[in-house]
DNA sequence: TGCACAAACCTAAAGGCTTTAGGCAACCGA
DNA sequence: TCGGTTGCCTAAAGCCTTTAGGTTTGTGCA
């Protein structure tokens, strides 16, 4: 019975390799404890449940993400700030699409992934500074920008881009300037 | 032994009810055969499994949606045709949650969703009439639209929005006025 | 009318996941 | 070195999925 030395800590970021590898839906406690070759209930005295646990995943996810986005972000502005904050999010979903499935987990409010989630809102405040804009436009904006990221990455992710043309390589970069112009001109629309 | 009258058909109407009820991810083979006061292995006669009840349900919002959008675009073009569509698929996630949730969910390829899918591109490519757009931009449209919608949704539905003014009541006209004109002047982009 | 066959629904059972309760043992501080 | 805390264990109940095989119901044809 030697120790495996489990902590909540540990747990999430094993579960987030774990959802990389067979996907977030697929992660259980089960799974997890079979990964630490522990028993199932020996992870209940670390996490409240499963609910918790997955909870915990998306933290990793989202703090992981927001790092990443934060680095990419340091002396960028404008339209280069935009692209480089997109890509963070796009590649870092190809990379670890369980743990980008995760960033999408409910959580509920209270838990610190909210506090995550405002730090992916204030990024993406700090891109719009290039652009000027007023409330609630910026707010607007900031939605947009959300959107935009959330919805295309989920749904090429999904595949339902890959059987037709353009690829989809080619159409982000181009809805990317796209999105760019539409902020230098959102005042007058 | 009274005969209910399973078909997968009403197994798929009846799962898409209760997952506006209890949520699309609680809808099981159990909790419908409990609904229905069957036995849980009778409906293995019907739907090969969770997967295959999963992917009906699916199906059913996909088709429901496409229908009313339809219908909504129907004698609209440009501004209007775009807002219509917008608001078509936005107040079909708010009365329907759980059915929204399970336009969501992944189907494999080759699954009558497929076409699905297929129809609501087209319903987005009669909306992009009024705009006048060339291909490839005519394709970047579409997809830039497709993310707008499901990622604004599902935001909203996931409550990223609520604890922030404007409501985003007000924020979705104004992104869509933004969209248009963007649609408007992309040539140009 | 009556019979035969197909379909609908049932019971039984195995296997997996979640969660709680209570027990033994390893480690840490005194 | 000893006591207590904590980490992991066994046991068990409850729910979900899926398969196998039985029985009833209903339909269509003679």
Redesign the pocket.
């Known amino acids: 019975?030697?120790?495996?030395?489990?902590?909540p800590d540990r747990l999430a970021r094993a579960g987030a390799e774990l959802a990389d590898e067979i996907g977030f839906d697929q992660v259980?406690?089960?799974?997890l404890?079979?990964r630490f070759?522990?028993?199932?209930?020996?992870?209940?005295?670390?996490v409240?449940?499963?609910?918790d646990?997955r909870s915990r995943i998306a933290q990793v996810a989202l703090d992981e993400m927001a790092d990443r986005a934060a680095e990419a972000l340091a002396g960028r502005a404008g339209h280069d700030a935009l692209v480089a904050l997109a890509t963070v999010y796009r590649d870092y979903a190809r990379e670890h699409p369980g743990r980008y499935a995760a960033s999408q987990y409910r959580v509920d409010p209270g838990s610190p992934a909210v506090d995550a989630g405002r730090r992916h809102t204030e990024l993406t405040r700090a891109v719009l500074r290039g652009y000027n804009l007023d409330e609630p436009a910026q707010t607007d904006a900031i939605r947009l920008l959300g959107s935009v990221f959330n919805g295309y990455i989920g749904l090429e992710l999904g595949g339902s881009f890959a059987h037709s043309s353009p690829a989809s390589d080619e159409s982000w970069p181009r809805i990317l300037d796209a999105l760019d112009s539409l902020l230098r001109s959102w005042t007058k629309s």
Chains 1, 2 share one sequence.
């Open positions: 019975m030697a120790r495996v030395g489990l902590t259980s406690a089960s799974a404890a079979r070759g522990v028993q199932v209930a020996s992870l209940y005295a670390h409240r449940g499963a609910h646990l």
